[in-house]
């Protein structure tokens, strides 16, 4: 289907993907697909949440828009550019903490302004506004052990936005913290979004998360993974959780992942009982 | 034990502003008995080992002519030092008694054998993680080099005695050749595992933030490897230790080796073991100067031995 379309697309989109599709370890007996025929259009400032059961390839999808790795079907651009390696203006936030443990958290931040050779108090400044926005300034001087996990994540956030990047990436950045430190992050996300008017991508598979944060939620199918649906939410923010027609979205989300889910789990049983 | 460094640090800045600076640590120094506690275990576990030594002797199960308990072969340094001449006595016309004194013979054959081993073992290092990481780095490298490497890597030093001796005759040079050689290939490959087990996130974020293959390399890989580096050096240390006293027994002058040998030749038990005692005495100590630079190059380890220790 999407190979007939012609690849036409709005040069403006944040992110364009069009036929998308990866196969791992292709052309081996343990070649899967993780996912495939990807149409997605990512509108500069959009907050998109990706969906979908564990190991249905929205992780996949994110590292591929980063450039991190080749897509072995379809093609992606971002800005009208066609993605083809990392670049500092898509940045991907992961799951685990990945800030450098021997380098204090301002270096950390200054990461990439080190690496193009940017000077010591130039580093530092741009460091420290990026801390700033995160509400991490004073923590500057300190190592990266000697934060939390939930301050860490905000340090990888700043790390992210010292780059200016126009795309965020966001790998299940919350998944490690504990159920109330996350639902602070999520604010903090949103101004942060809201101040850097970057496009954030974002992978869960916390329907509450998608339900706080996302102008829209694709939600996907387990392996290979589709698009199984885009469900938009236009609820005004502040978001009120417990309102009416969050219960509802919440109700709608989980009806639709409950069946992949189910599939998910005959799959894996199938597979067991072959081995 | 926390009121005890509670006590010393309430009394340091107190002394230091009324007695010269000197003084006043030598006065701290006293009253934090810190290290005592912290040396009690090893002192304790020594004169365990030395105790059953000499309660075997005492019960006359080690004939002190073989197995000489250490109040034997510890009793007469002056005697025992005077073996450790063998530099002037391969001179022809030296006699016994000429040349340095016993204490002076003791700290050069010490100093020596020392010497090789840190040469040695610096240039192991060296060459073995600038290798490794061009293995990795060029992949033609890879597959041209770490074959032979992983080949070579299971030959005994002792092989390597007889090709030291080809290659750099008698001296300084085969000797550290053969601690090079003997810890250079598993080095390296213990370089490659290191380097294999990188976070990949690390690599990735680097990757993402516009990092070059080489930056990659030279600010994430190497920082990264270090703290498994700074171990795989630690256990290296003892095994150029080994290594050095095989090279001195037979293709230098002078070194622990040539007395442990003399000490051979000449029947001496005594002999041998107070060398095994310099030697461990030396061995731990070096062993612990890594160990307090690891811990103040490293800072950002988890320190998994105390939460073993809790369980």
């Not at chain 1, 997605?40 to 992780?59: N, T, Y």
């Not at chain 1, 970057?198 to 996302?214: G, K, M, N, P, Y």
Request: aromatic content about 10%; some cysteine; glycine content about 8%.
């Amino acid at each position: 289907m999407a190979f007939d379309a012609p690849p036409t697309f709005s040069s403006k989109d944040a992110v364009v993907c069009r036929g998308v599709g990866k196969t791992w370890a292709a052309g081996t007996k343990r070649a899967h697909n993780a996912l495939t025929d990807i149409d997605l259009d990512v509108a500069p400032g959009e907050f998109v949440v990706l969906l979908g059961p564990s190991g249905c390839g929205k992780s996949t999808l994110l590292y591929l828009i980063a450039g991190l790795e080749d897509a072995t079907e379809g093609q992606l651009w971002s800005f009208g550019d066609l993605v083809e390696t990392p670049s500092p203006q898509r940045s991907l936030i992961f799951q685990e903490t990945s800030l450098f443990p021997w380098l204090t958290v301002w270096e950390n931040v200054s990461f990439g302004l080190s690496i193009r050779g940017a000077s010591k108090e130039e580093r530092r400044s741009v460091a420290a506004e990026a801390l700033q926005r995160v509400g991490l300034k004073a923590a500057m001087d300190k190592r990266p052990d000697e934060l939390s996990g939930g301050m860490r994540q905000r340090v990888a956030v700043a790390r992210a936005l010292a780059m200016r990047p126009k795309v965020l990436l966001m790998d299940e950045p919350f998944a490690a913290l504990d159920v109330q430190t996350r639902a602070r992050m999520q604010d903090f996300l949103l101004d942060v979004w809201r101040d850097s008017g970057a496009s954030v991508l974002f992978v869960t598979h916390h329907i509450d998360e998608a339900v706080a944060l996302a102008d829209r939620v694709v939600v996907f199918t387990s392996r290979p993974g589709r698009i199984k649906t885009i469900v938009p939410i236009d609820m005004p923010r502040p978001r009120n959780l417990f309102s009416r027609e969050a219960e509802d979205l919440r109700i709608q989300l989980t009806d639709l992942l409950r069946d992949e889910v189910d599939r998910a789990f005959a799959e894996q049983e199938a597979l067991a009982a072959t081995a | 034990m926390a009121v005890v460094t509670r006590d010393s640090e309430a009394s340091g800045p107190a002394a230091g502003t009324s007695r010269p600076a000197a003084v006043s640590r030598f006065y701290t120094g006293m009253v934090n008995l810190e290290w005592l506690t912290k040396a009690w275990w090893t002192i304790l576990s020594i004169s365990l080992f030395a105790g059953i030594w000499e309660l075997c002797w005492f019960f006359g199960w080690a004939d002190p002519k073989l197995l000489p308990p250490p109040h034997i072969f510890l009793g007469n340094l002056a005697e025992q030092g005077k073996f450790f001449n063998t530099a002037t006595r391969w001179q022809v016309g030296q006699a016994m008694n000429a040349g340095p004194s016993a204490f002076e013979s003791v700290m050069i054959t010490v100093g020596a054998t020392t010497a090789r081993v840190f040469v040695g073992l610096a240039m192991a290092s060296v060459l073995a993680i600038g290798m490794g990481v061009l293995i990795r780095y060029h992949h033609f490298f890879d597959k041209l080099v770490l074959p032979t490497i992983t080949l070579l890597s299971p030959v005994s030093p002792i092989a390597w005695l007889p090709v030291a001796i080809f290659l750099f005759g008698i001296g300084n040079a085969p000797a550290i050749f053969m601690v090079v050689v003997a810890l250079f290939f598993h080095m390296v490959l213990a370089t490659v595992a290191q380097i294999d087990g990188v976070s990949p996130n690390f690599i990735n974020v680097a990757r993402t933030m516009g990092a070059s293959k080489r930056q990659i390399y030279g600010r994430v890989i190497v920082p990264a490897i270090l703290p498994g580096m700074l171990q795989v050096l630690r256990l290296n240390l003892f095994g150029a230790w080994m290594v050095v006293l095989v090279a001195e027994s037979t293709g230098v002058g002078y070194g622990m080796g040539q007395v442990i040998m003399l000490a051979r030749n000449t029947f001496n038990p005594s002999l041998v073991f107070f060398t095994i005692a310099v030697i461990g005495v030396l061995g731990f100590a070096f062993d612990w100067l890594l160990r307090q630079a690891q811990r103040r190059i490293l800072y950002w380890l988890p320190d998994t031995k105390e939460k073993l220790r809790g369980l």
